[in-house]
């Protein structure tokens, strides 16, 4: 069974920067597309970011493009989401989420259990 | 990248069937057959239902179902059943390799 353990969360001030990281297990994580998606009770779900099985291809949403980025290590079976220049605004639930294929235009079918960040002074 | 339109509530008894859409314009919904719904119990991640508009990940019971038509998709549950009162979620495609998710619909089984 696929199993997605997101760690890294915590509070932080506007402007500063945190590393989320994501361990996956149960699957062959180097054939999987991966992506970081947040949740906030005020804007529901907002999909961020997706990167390719070998790195090749990523993509971001706007609201993030520029100051979060997306890695994986397949040798270690993870995933990372670097974000920096925080803002009040990016205050959610973090979950890292396995796509269902090789795809981009997949959903996500596996998720982790999500890792909050609070970013206030 | 803006959400897609989902009502904020729906309701009904243990037994009937109820319905959830979830509107999008040309360039998500509209544009290819990938819309897909995730059900979400307080506290948990979410679970994806269905993808491609009307197939159902293996375990997923048959008494979930979708559609769609033009801008609008759809998700269909049958025989509603007290653990199927949730948060639903919709999700399509919208291009460019970005995915967008609706607001949520909160299911009451009453």
């Known amino acids: 069974q696929a199993q997605l353990v997101e760690s890294g969360g915590g509070l932080v001030k506007p402007g500063g920067s945190l590393r989320l990281s994501c361990a996956a297990s149960g699957f062959s994580f180097s054939n999987y597309y991966m992506s970081w998606i947040r949740q906030t009770p005020g804007k529901g779900l907002e999909w961020l970011s997706y990167?390719?099985?070998?790195?090749?291809?990523?993509n971001y949403a706007d609201s993030v493009r520029g100051r979060f980025t997306i890695s994986r290590d397949n040798a270690k079976n993870s995933l990372y989401l670097q974000m920096d220049s925080l803002r009040a605004e990016d205050t959610a639930i973090y979950y890292c989420a396995r796509y269902l294929s090789s795809n981009s235009w997949d959903p996500p079918d596996y998720w982790g259990q999500g890792t909050l960040v609070t970013v206030s002074s | 990248q803006s959400a897609l339109t989902q009502p904020a509530s729906v309701s009904g008894s243990p037994g009937q069937s109820i319905t959830i859409s979830c509107t999008g314009t040309?360039?998500?919904?509209?544009?290819?057959?990938?819309v897909s719904w995730y059900q979400q119990h307080p506290g948990k991640a979410p679970k994806l239902m269905i993808y491609e508009v009307s197939h159902r990940p293996s375990g997923v019971s048959n008494r979930f179902s979708g559609s769609k038509s033009a801008n609008t998709a759809s998700l269909t549950i049958s025989g509603l059943q007290p653990e199927d009162e949730a948060d639903y979620i919709c999700c399509s495609y919208a291009g460019s390799r970005i995915l967008v998710f609706g607001g949520g619909t909160k299911l009451t089984v009453l």
């Open positions: 040309s360039s998500d919904v509209g544009s290819l057959d990938l």
């Open positions: 990167i390719s099985t070998g790195s090749e291809y990523t």
